[in-house]
């Protein structure tokens, strides 16, 4: 079983559809992370979780809803998304935020694609 | 604010021939952390290694090597004898030392194509 796991890997919605993304870390670590990996751009990130508390919002659209309703589990909440949206979602944990180390355990990634 | 350019979108080589994936990094803090990971096609980031702003020393891993260069913000990633499993996105990164919750600035991402 993979440190950090994420459902479902692949998800194709249509744009007035409302669907969720899931993440889930078995390693103990108390930060976690959602970024958006789109074709030829560098990895964006997107919200930030420590100990639960949102920690940082990277000016992502309101159509973008993070969860995290414990250190464990990290969700995206999903609604009216545009074709642009396409991209695949990767969840990260860490063991913390300060000081961050960098070294983040990433998840397979949940490919979304929006019609 | 960083920034990490890698400017090889694509490199395509024949197993067994050496080959490096550049990286080059902006920042005006002398004290950052260095990062590269590995994407294989089934999607999740490996961490390879970590390089702090003050250790110039090059690292050997097996066939993995890497030299950092701070004259030329720089932070090379060179494979030796390479392999098809070694066909994967590479992404160079950078954090800056108590980056906090601003996370790792990364590259684009170099996709390696090691052919049979």
């Known amino acids: ?115 | 604010a960083q920034k990490v350019t890698q400017a090889q979108t694509e490199i395509s080589v024949v197993e067994k021939e050496d080959v490096t994936l550049d990286c080059v990094y902006e920042t005006r803090d002398t004290t950052y952390y260095l990062f590269w990971y590995k994407q294989p096609p089934s999607g999740e980031l490996v961490f390879l290694i970590r390089r702090n702003s003050f250790d110039e020393q090059n690292e050997i891993s097996g066939r993995y090597s890497w030299n950092f260069q701070k004259s030329t913000s720089s932070f090379n990633f060179t494979i030796t004898a390479s392999q098809v499993v070694d066909s994967a996105v590479y992404f160079c990164a950078l954090i800056l030392s108590g980056g906090g919750a601003d996370g790792l600035t990364f590259g684009k991402g170099t996709h390696l194509i090691i052919q049979p």
């Open chain 1, 1 to 115: 079983e993979t440190g950090v796991t994420q459902t479902p890997r692949h998800l194709v919605m249509g744009m007035t559809n409302k669907k969720s993304l899931k993440c889930e870390q078995h390693l103990g670590h108390n930060a976690m992370y959602w970024y958006k990996q789109s074709a030829k751009k560098p990895l964006e990130l997107m919200f930030v979780y420590n100990f639960k508390e949102q920690t940082e919002n990277n000016s992502v659209p309101s159509r973008f809803s993070p969860e995290c309703p414990n250190s464990s589990h990290l969700f995206l909440h999903l609604h009216t998304l545009q074709p642009e949206d396409s991209a695949l979602y990767l969840c990260a944990s860490s063991p913390k935020i300060e000081p961050n180390t960098g070294e983040l355990f990433f998840g397979e990634g949940s490919r979304l694609t929006v019609l």
